[in-house]
């Protein structure tokens, strides 16, 4: 696996990462230790209930002392009541506290994400991540919010009945406890397929979201090309896939119940028997044997609970391990540890020797050229040429493999990521439109814009029309990706975030490719208006823009051949 990507298939993590929480977990230790400290408190108060009814019964029933019931009774109604009040205060707390800390855990993924490279992004599914991001978070706080303290308790209270035990009768404890070891072999069994399924079952559930994402996302394609049966199959597959391993998942986890309970059940009477017989032969007092019993009978609940704990942890295991996949994604991009301020643009860009590779393969190879200062540049080449990549590694979406892009002199990779990306501004090829009004879409990343600037910004852009078509002119809500734009009207929308950001260099993607010439005319005008003086590359394979720049660079198969002043 390259160190960039995410796993094919789904791998489990052992069981070590969990001390990876402890990151998360930290900023609670406190909250959490009083938790804890409660809640054990509410299981110790537990165990005192069948002692109190081996003195209800050997010391005030068998006596006949109704004194001793009396103390007895509300003894017994005193323990359970404070420890149901423990049990639910910790509960609450520990509720709370969990999700704070998963928030947290969403949070570092979701940022981490922000920070992988497109070359991540061209190989991952994005349905798959939406599901890690939400689906396997989730999960992780959901067991972690009802599994861990009560694990706990479980545990306490399983130690606690055990000592009892042996100190009642510790023969009577030996009958109990042979078929323990074979309920244990039992559950482990069953534990390992479990943990198997679950991870199938997860990576089954991604396929189907992811299936929905794209199916959804091309869905004009779909139309286009009468594909809704095609999909429908595709769906049903996996959907069948799907349940296939739900059904053999949720037989494999009853056995996995079923199964040690009945064990659990030979035991008790097991010691129903020899304890019964131990009475008649007058070697054991009742009371004795109602307590023993009483704490034997508590055994399954427990011991069942951390059966299904196992279940729980596996599937937490496999979420934990699919979060950690992400954030083990390394980050290709990296803010530099002591920035270097950039100067006042005077000199330019430079790309020296520089060398791009993507899968083994080179799409920019020993590329060198100067974009000088204030000028409008244009940058021509064939399609997969390498002009994108040009365009990323300038505002380090990727850092170049070999080489270097220099501003002023100053390497791009001394340069904080936020001023870098202040200073230099890209419009893509098909900018992306956010779900949301024009307004919000042109001062992306600029909340601070008065909504004067946002007017001007747009008409300067070549939205003046539109906007006066409009009913609710820049509070109109572009569609999700702006399908309700047309791509021309995209582009400009685009622009006109470029001119509210007001950047020192300004990088356009194939600005005109949706325009007529008309309009190029109109583009390239208002692109010397409003960047008089700054420097601009411009990136295209049509000859009107590439007649109105004052100097151009054009590149063949990642290596440029030739440079010059346009025609
Ligand atoms: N993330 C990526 N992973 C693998 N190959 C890529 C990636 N991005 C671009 N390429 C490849 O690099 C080459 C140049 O791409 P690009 O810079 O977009 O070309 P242009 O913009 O000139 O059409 C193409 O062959 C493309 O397939
Ligand atoms: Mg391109």
């Given at each position: 696996m390259s160190q960039h990507e995410l796993p094919q298939s789904p791998r489990l993590r052992p069981w070590r990462d969990f001390l990876r929480l402890q990151t998360f977990l930290r900023p609670y230790a406190w909250r959490m230790t009083a938790?804890?400290?409660?809640?054990?408190?509410?299981?110790?108060?537990?165990?005192?209930?069948?002692?109190?009814?081996?003195?209800?019964?050997?010391?005030?029933?068998?006596?006949?002392?109704?004194?001793?019931?009396?103390?007895?009774?509300?003894?017994?109604?005193?323990?359970?009541?404070?420890?149901?009040?423990?049990?639910?205060?910790?509960?609450?707390?520990?509720?709370?506290?969990?999700?704070?800390?998963?928030?947290?855990?969403?949070?570092?993924?979701?940022?981490?994400?922000?920070?992988?490279?497109?070359?991540?992004?061209?190989?991952?599914?994005?349905?798959?991540?939406?599901?890690?991001?939400?689906?396997?978070?989730?999960?992780?706080?959901?067991?972690?919010?009802?599994?861990?303290?009560?694990?706990?308790?479980?545990?306490?209270?399983?130690?606690?009945?055990?000592?009892?035990?042996?100190?009642?009768?510790?023969?009577?404890?030996?009958?109990?406890?042979?078929?323990?070891?074979?309920?244990?072999?039992?559950?482990?069994?069953?534990?390992?397929r479990i943990t198997r399924l679950t991870a199938e079952l997860r990576q089954r559930s991604a396929d189907m979201g992811t299936l929905f994402v794209e199916t959804l996302m091309g869905i004009r394609l779909l139309n286009c090309f009468n594909a809704s049966e095609y999909e429908l199959d595709r769906f049903r597959q996996r959907n069948d896939a799907f349940v296939k391993t739900v059904l053999r998942f949720q037989n494999t986890s009853l056995l996995g119940r079923t199964t040690p309970s009945l064990l659990l059940t030979g035991a008790t009477i097991a010691v129903f028997f020899y304890g019964g017989e131990q009475i008649i032969l007058g070697r054991m007092s009742i009371g004795t044997l109602v307590a023993f019993m009483a704490y034997h009978a508590r055994l399954l609940s427990p011991v069942q609970n951390l059966l299904g704990l196992s279940t729980a942890l596996s599937s937490a295991r496999v979420s934990l391990g699919r979060i950690l996949d992400l954030l083990d994604t390394a980050i290709e991009v990296t803010d530099p540890a002591q920035p270097v301020r950039l100067p006042a643009i005077r000199s330019g860009v430079d790309f020296r020797d520089v060398t791009l590779i993507h899968d083994g393969r080179k799409v920019l190879e020993d590329v060198s050229f100067h974009i000088p200062a204030g000028r409008f540049t244009v940058l021509v080449g064939a399609s997969g040429a390498g002009k994108s990549s040009v365009a990323d590694l300038a505002i380090r979406l990727l850092d170049p493999d070999q080489g270097a892009i220099l501003i002023e002199g100053i390497d791009v990779r001394r340069v904080a990521l936020a001023e870098l990306r202040r200073k230099v501004v890209l419009i893509e090829q098909t900018p992306h439109l956010l779900h949301a009004s024009l307004t919000a879409n042109i001062c992306y990343g600029r909340s601070d814009a008065s909504a004067a600037e946002v007017e001007r910004a747009a008409r300067a852009a070549g939205l003046g029309d539109l906007l006066d078509r409009l009913p609710d002119r820049l509070e109109t809500i572009a569609g999700e990706r702006g399908l309700t734009l047309s791509a021309g009207e995209r582009q400009r929308v685009a622009l006109a975030r470029a001119f509210l950001a007001d950047p020192e260099i300004l990088i356009l993607d194939e600005p005109s490719a949706a325009l007529d010439e008309d309009r190029e005319h109109d583009l390239i005008a208002s692109l010397r208006e409003q960047f008089f003086g700054k420097t601009i590359l411009a990136i295209t394979h049509r000859a009107v823009l590439a007649a109105a720049a004052d100097h151009v660079l054009r590149i063949e198969q990642g290596r440029l051949i030739g440079t010059g002043v346009a025609a």
């Amino acid at each position: 696996m390259s160190q960039h990507e995410l796993p094919q298939s789904p791998r489990l993590r052992p069981w070590r990462d969990f001390l990876r929480l402890q990151t998360f977990l930290r900023p609670y230790a406190w909250r959490m230790t009083a938790m804890i400290a409660l809640s054990l408190a509410g299981s110790l108060l537990g165990l005192a209930m069948p002692y109190l009814s081996k003195y209800l019964v050997d010391g005030a029933l068998l006596h006949r002392d109704v004194h001793a019931l009396w103390i007895a009774s509300v003894l017994m109604f005193a323990a359970t009541l404070v420890g149901i009040v423990l049990t639910y205060v910790s509960g609450r707390g520990y509720v709370r506290m969990s999700s704070e800390m998963l928030f947290d855990m969403r949070v570092e993924v979701y940022q981490h994400l922000h920070q992988l490279s497109p070359r991540f992004y061209a190989r991952a599914r994005l349905g798959d991540l939406v599901s890690r991001l939400n689906g396997d978070v989730a999960e992780i706080q959901r067991i972690s919010a009802d599994t861990f303290l009560s694990t706990l308790s479980n545990v306490a209270f399983l130690i606690g009945s055990l000592i009892m035990m042996i100190w009642l009768s510790w023969k009577l404890f030996i009958v109990g406890m042979v078929l323990i070891p074979v309920t244990v072999w039992l559950y482990r069994f069953y534990q390992v397929r479990i943990t198997r399924l679950t991870a199938e079952l997860r990576q089954r559930s991604a396929d189907m979201g992811t299936l929905f994402v794209e199916t959804l996302m091309g869905i004009r394609l779909l139309n286009c090309f009468n594909a809704s049966e095609y999909e429908l199959d595709r769906f049903r597959q996996r959907n069948d896939a799907f349940v296939k391993t739900v059904l053999r998942f949720q037989n494999t986890s009853l056995l996995g119940r079923t199964t040690p309970s009945l064990l659990l059940t030979g035991a008790t009477i097991a010691v129903f028997f020899y304890g019964g017989e131990q009475i008649i032969l007058g070697r054991m007092s009742i009371g004795t044997l109602v307590a023993f019993m009483a704490y034997h009978a508590r055994l399954l609940s427990p011991v069942q609970n951390l059966l299904g704990l196992s279940t729980a942890l596996s599937s937490a295991r496999v979420s934990l391990g699919r979060i950690l996949d992400l954030l083990d994604t390394a980050i290709e991009v990296t803010d530099p540890a002591q920035p270097v301020r950039l100067p006042a643009i005077r000199s330019g860009v430079d790309f020296r020797d520089v060398t791009l590779i993507h899968d083994g393969r080179k799409v920019l190879e020993d590329v060198s050229f100067h974009i000088p200062a204030g000028r409008f540049t244009v940058l021509v080449g064939a399609s997969g040429a390498g002009k994108s990549s040009v365009a990323d590694l300038a505002i380090r979406l990727l850092d170049p493999d070999q080489g270097a892009i220099l501003i002023e002199g100053i390497d791009v990779r001394r340069v904080a990521l936020a001023e870098l990306r202040r200073k230099v501004v890209l419009i893509e090829q098909t900018p992306h439109l956010l779900h949301a009004s024009l307004t919000a879409n042109i001062c992306y990343g600029r909340s601070d814009a008065s909504a004067a600037e946002v007017e001007r910004a747009a008409r300067a852009a070549g939205l003046g029309d539109l906007l006066d078509r409009l009913p609710d002119r820049l509070e109109t809500i572009a569609g999700e990706r702006g399908l309700t734009l047309s791509a021309g009207e995209r582009q400009r929308v685009a622009l006109a975030r470029a001119f509210l950001a007001d950047p020192e260099i300004l990088i356009l993607d194939e600005p005109s490719a949706a325009l007529d010439e008309d309009r190029e005319h109109d583009l390239i005008a208002s692109l010397r208006e409003q960047f008089f003086g700054k420097t601009i590359l411009a990136i295209t394979h049509r000859a009107v823009l590439a007649a109105a720049a004052d100097h151009v660079l054009r590149i063949e198969q990642g290596r440029l051949i030739g440079t010059g002043v346009a025609a």
